[in-house]
């Protein structure tokens, strides 16, 4: 490794799309002849605002389209509040593609499903497209999306598009909606008894806040899934993206090299453990 | 001077002689760094002289305690190790990582293009030795390399110095890595001292430390200085301070995350960090950004950090590990059993620098033995 | 429908409904008894909060939302429940009044099984108050869980 893993390369922002209130998608286009680096789907950039900050934010963009380099995010702290503020051409800085990606290739001649809470549908995208686009590859596809209510829901135009194809099963929960909400309400745990997927030739890729992921493998349990079948998603504290500077811990695992997709099995002793 | 020296020739060096070592370190270009005292401390700094070692000193240490003593002869390397350790000078405490300029080209990283410095240490002791080659694991070994710390490594020159006499704190016979200094080294020696002479059996550990040696007067080391040096080093391996179980200590720390002696020792633990300062292990560092008044210039900067701040863990509006005991437990499992599961050996190689420097005299040597204790018997060791 | 043509077309709809598997024939009779057949159109009210429990629905096809009544914002959907679920405990509990209302989300069939007629009933034969009282609480863990899930409201973005 020759190139200086820290220092961050010139992005300009090509357009900024506001998918609810709080949460914005961010197409970025290299400045000078840098070519986007191909990435595997679940896989992390870390994303620099000019004399802000950096931090760590899943690509969720099509792993096979190589022209822009999609991310999805909260405005949360200092950092994302002032990329939400770029206006067009201004630059991001950006390093990586960092971290572990989705089992696609296990995945292959399964049953998959796909399990998103929140947010974690961000980093679930770029698997979707990967599955889509080679179809055939896989058994049953399902798509389970919860949030916390309708307008929370990301990529709504997709979904709708996602929702009629026959070769897919989409089903969405919100944890409270008004009266014109014709979907379902409840937590995304309940649309697993409803998904006929086999639990003997199945792999689950699952994304959310940690109670809810806690609650979703204890469902694909119940449902007979292995532990060695459900990957995981995890954010840590991050200042290096790759190893060096300690901050993303999660008992032995550096979050940054050796996840942020974890294999359930080997994750399991340290999650869910207060404070580890 | 005599025949060309190499590795593994067995040659004595007398006390008066031994200028000629600085000498011919510094005329090589090495900015040479050694033991000195400051603040009432032996700490890391350069040397030109003799005369800047710690010449006849030696600490006393124990568990929250560090004095400087004189001792009743004149040794040159007569205590153990300080408040610093060499990771200051290889892995620098701050540096510039990179300055960019928001111009309409866009962020035009400028990245830190500074001499590398060539450092030699003496004075290292065997501890000191298995410290680096941790972080060599860390920095060097795996996908990704900082390059500044390999450089710094690799132009390195290294003059260990074997223990003869053990510190109150120390254990490294339990973490096996001492007192003998056995590789890592570009030179060793060993201080005899006593009322008649003052010498040092020296060995080469490299073909550059060999021919360095050739330049300091020195002859044949006879099976006396040779029995003596040994019989120092065999004696002090025998006086620790400490000892450290460290039978299966991984498993252990695994299975007893909810021991309530973690409770304990957080009752201690002011998570001031400076175990963390002090261990010749501990690499954490973190990242700060900063721009200047126009906006238009920004730096980022690397500094070291530490794993008992509330910051450290810090995610979505909260710490992940918000109580002391979990920033306790984080160190101490981290250094005596996560460690090994990440680069196969031990974070700890018993210096006993935390336990010296702790203001409120917390013992890992104590906390480690009360919590296999704790399995031993039913009543919960406190 | 007459007493003999109810129990040809329920009984068997009621043996394969999820809620009630592995139960004994004469409790599944007795059951039978007390069902009738319901169907809902899109927008239904099914009950409305406060009114007397006095049965329950064993969903067959469609979707039931459970929703409360806030003052701000009108009527907030907690919950929905469709095919294979079952909707209603109050009818168990005194003081057996509806603790929440429910309204049909899209044309719901289902089978309403009388409450009333199934408290007497488990009174006169507390096996079958037995096996409703466990398959109910088994519903009822389930439902309380999934609650207080949402009761932390994890999507939520923190300060």
Known sequence: MTANPMLTHAYGVKRIQQETYDTFTLELKPRSDIQIKSFAPG?????????????????????????????????????????????????????????????????????????????????????????????????????????????????????????????????????????????????????????????????????????????????????????????ISMERNMKCGFGFCGHCQLGPFFVCKDGPVFRYDRIKPFFGKGEI | MGPVLHIGDKVVLERQHLQQLLDALGKKGYRVIGPTIRDQAIVYDEVSSLKDLPVGWTDEQNAGTYHLKKRADSALFGYVVGPHSWKRFLLEPEVRLWQAKSDEIGLKTVGNKGEMPR??????????????????????????????????????????????????????????????????????????????????????????????LGEVAHREASEEEKAAAEGAVEK?????????????????????????????????????????????????????????????????????????????????????????????????????????????????????????????????????NAIRESELSPKLVT | MSEGKRMETLEPVLAQHPFLRELELRHLKTLVGCASNVRFNAGQILFHEGEEANQFYMIRQGKVALELLTSERGPISVQTVGEGDVLGWSWLIPPYRWRFGARAVELTRAIALDGKCLRKKSEEDHDLGYELLRRFSSIIVERLEATRLQLLDVYKAHP
Not at chain 1, 85 to 109: C, D, H, Q
Not at chain 1, 116 to 140: D, F, H, N, T, V
């Open chain 2, 119 to 212: 450092f030699a240490f003496v004075g290292v002791r065997s501890c000191e030795l298995h410290a680096m080659a941790v972080q060599d694991k860390i920095f060097t070994a795996g996908e990704y390399v900082d390059e500044s710390y390999k450089s710094r490594r690799e132009s390195l020159f290294v003059v260990a110095v074997n223990c003869v006499q053990a510190g109150g704190t120390c254990f490294c016979t339990s973490m096996k890595t001492g007192p003998k200094a056995t590789s890592g080294f570009d030179l060793a020696v060993t201080e005899v001292v006593n009322t008649e002479r003052h010498y040092f059996p020296a060995e080469a550990g490299t073909e550059i430390g060999a021919s360095v």
């Open chain 2, 236 to 368: 002090c391996s025998k006086q620790m301070g400490r000892t450290l179980n460290t039978a299966e200590i991984k498993e252990l720390l695994y299975r007893n995350y909810e021991n309530p002696r973690w409770e304990d020792a957080a009752s201690r633990c002011l998570t001031c960090g400076n175990c963390t300062m002090v261990c010749p292990t501990c690499f954490c560092t973190t990242v700060e950004d900063y721009t200047d008044l126009s906006g238009q210039l920004a730096e980022r900067r690397r500094r070291m950090d530490v794993c008992f701040t509330m910051d450290f863990s810090y995610i979505h509006g909260g710490s992940i590990r918000y109580s002391p005991k979990a920033r306790y437990r984080q160190w101490m499992t981290h250094k005596l059993a996560t460690w090994i599961d990440q680069f196969g050996v031990s974070g700890c190689v018993g210096c006993g620098r935390c336990i010296t420097w702790c203001p409120v005299a917390i013992d890992i040597t104590e906390e480690a």
């Open chain 1, 43 to 231: 896989q992390f950039n870390m994303l620099y605002a000019f004399g802000v900050g950096e931090v760590p934010i899943s690509i969720s963009g099509d792993p096979a389209k190589r022209e822009v380099l999609i991310h999805t995010t909260r405005a949360v702290g200092a950092v994302t509040n002032a990329m939400w503020k770029l206006r067009r051409g201004e630059i991001i800085g950006v390093r990586g593609p960092f971290g572990t990606s989705w089992p696609m290739e296990e995945a292959k001649g399964c049953d998959v499903v796909i399990v998103a809470g929140g947010i974690g549908m961000a980093p679930l995208r770029p698997p979707l497209y990967q599955l889509l686009s080679e179809r055939r590859e896989y058994g049953k596809v399902f798509l389970l999306y919860g949030a916390r209510t309708p307008a929370d829901l990301l990529y709504q135009r997709e979904m709708e598009q996602w929702q009629a194809r026959s070769d897919l099963q989409v089903d969405i929960t919100v944890d409270r909606a008004l009266r014109w909400w014709r979907g379902n309400v409840g937590v995304v745990t309940t649309l697993i008894p409803k998904a006929d997927f086999d639990p003997t030739s199945t792999i689950a890729m699952v994304v959310g806040p940690e109670i809810m992921m806690r609650f979703t493998v204890a469902e694909l349990e119940k449902r007979g899934l292995a532990d060695d079948k459900i990957y």
